[in-house]
């Protein structure tokens, strides 16, 4: 089972892509709404979440999660002592945890990613304290998973297509989509 995590305001590209992609994939894909089950998204779409995060349980079917970017929307998320819980339970589990965009800052603050591999939205490396900041659309270290933006949401969903079911599932869901 996989959480991905929507607050109000994340970037819809970073979270449907890899949803689709892992479903695709036939993942049980579990989406969270943080306070709500009706979040908006940074550009006004809403979308109605299979849960909120007070109901997701932490357990061990937990596979992985995944925190889309946007504004406000990574803010939001590490606002959620709910969210925060999610990720210590994964660090705790070795639990493989994605964010894109701004999200990996959450892991950041949480001074997860130091001496890790990492890449983030341009302009929030800062944010990633410690890390060694790639040049590359994803970065993989050890349970973390993180990626630059919107552009880069299918090379992430592929990446977790990879690490929750494995490559050659993700080499069949770039030729089924076309991306070339």
């Known amino acids: 089972?996989?959480?991905?995590?929507?607050?109000?305001?994340?970037?819809?590209?970073?979270?449907?892509?890899?949803i689709d992609l892992l479903r695709r994939s036939e993942k049980k894909v579990i989406t969270v709404g943080v306070g709500d089950n009706i979040i908006t998204s940074s550009h006004g779409v809403n979308i109605v979440t299979d849960t909120i995060a007070q109901?997701?349980?932490?357990?061990?079917?937990?596979?992985?999660?995944?925190?889309?970017?946007?504004?406000?929307?990574?803010?939001?998320?590490?606002?959620?002592p709910y969210v925060q819980a999610a990720i210590d339970y994964c660090v705790a589990n070795n639990i493989y945890i994605g964010a894109i965009c701004a999200a990996p800052s959450i892991l950041g603050h949480k001074g997860l990613l130091n001496g890790k591999k990492a890449v983030c939205y341009q302009g929030f490396e800062t944010q990633l304290d410690g890390a060694e900041i790639l040049d590359a659309p994803v970065a993989e270290d050890g349970i973390f998973i993180t990626a630059r933006g919107a552009g880069a949401a299918i090379d992430f969903g592929l990446k977790l297509v990879e690490k929750a079911v494995s490559a050659a599932e993700s080499g069949r869901q770039r030729k089924a989509i076309m991306y070339d």
Do not use: C, K, R
């Not at 089972?1 to 890899?18: D, Q």
């Open 55 to 80: 109901e997701a349980p932490l357990t061990d079917e937990l596979e992985m999660i995944v925190l889309p970017g946007g504004m406000p929307g990574t803010l939001n998320l590490e606002a959620s």
């Open 1 to 18: 089972m996989i959480y991905v995590y929507l607050a109000n305001g994340f970037e819809e590209t970073e979270a449907i892509a890899p």
